[in-house]
């Protein structure tokens, strides 16, 4: 199982929204609404952004949003802060092989 | 405060084993399911494997590029998970997360998301 792809990098100015594309395939993204997003900061552990395709957890900024349309699930940050600048993960439930698959993370730059 | 804190990285020879441990806090460890997680130097997350919860029998899952070498086991009087790693290779090589799992309908098979990281150890497999 490959991983999920995603854009190397995107990059922002404060205020201005970014999005992140995360492309699978008709045997994760595609079949499951079960595609998460994870923000990582160097040296720190993930933190779960959106779960089940759009939901926010409790304390998550309603700036971030999720989607998916077809394979392609998609992770914006409206209102670009620099807090925001970290490296951003996509993950889906693959089914019973596979079970779980990562995209390439995105570096996510607040010029 | 619900945490999760893993410990046991260290350096070892290629060959070997190690088991590491997530040591869970704030919350009832049996009630979830606990991941394993790993990121290589440089490289992106990858799914290692899972025990499910309690309600689901603490049964096991396990990504294929570790399955036959890797298991993970629970003691719920201790809120602990294992992760124990055999016939190491350099390419285990990576820092090891622990995740909680997350159901939003509760009571699911399998986790939506996880919602819990640990910090984090560091695994070297080195001659």
């Known amino acids: 199982q490959s991983a999920l792809t995603q854009p190397r990098s995107v990059s922002g100015s404060p205020g201005q929204s970014v999005t992140i594309s995360c492309t699978g395939t008709?045997?994760?993204?595609?079949?499951?609404?079960?595609v998460s997003w994870y923000q990582q900061h160097p040296g720190k552990a993930p933190k779960l952004m959106i779960y089940?395709?759009?939901k926010r957890p409790s304390g998550v900024p309603d700036r971030f949003s999720g989607s998916k349309s077809g394979n392609t699930a998609s992770l914006t940050i409206s209102g670009l802060q620099a807090e925001d600048e970290a490296d951003y993960y996509c993950c889906s439930y693959a089914g019973t092989y596979t079970f779980y698959v990562f995209g390439t993370g995105t570096k996510v730059t607040v010029l | 405060e619900v945490q999760l804190v893993e410990s046991g990285g260290g350096l070892v020879q290629p060959g070997r084993s190690l088991r590491l441990s997530c040591t869970a806090s704030g919350f009832t460890f049996g009630d979830y399911a606990l991941s394993w997680f790993r990121q290589g130097p440089g490289k992106g997350l990858e799914w290692v494997g899972v025990?499910?919860?309690?309600?689901?029998?603490?049964?096991?899952e396990y990504a294929a590029s570790v399955k036959g070498r890797f298991t993970i086991s629970g003691d719920d009087s201790k809120g602990i998970a294992y992760l124990q790693m055999n016939s190491l290779q350099t390419e285990d090589t990576a820092v090891y997360y622990c995740g909680r799992g997350f159901c939003s309908g509760g009571g699911c098979h399998l986790p939506d998301a996880f919602d819990i990281w640990g910090p984090g150890t560091k695994v070297t497999v080195s001659s």
């Open positions: 008709s045997s994760d993204v595609g079949v499951y609404n079960y």
């Open positions: 025990i499910r919860s309690k309600r689901h029998a603490g049964t096991t």
């Open positions: 089940d395709v759009s």
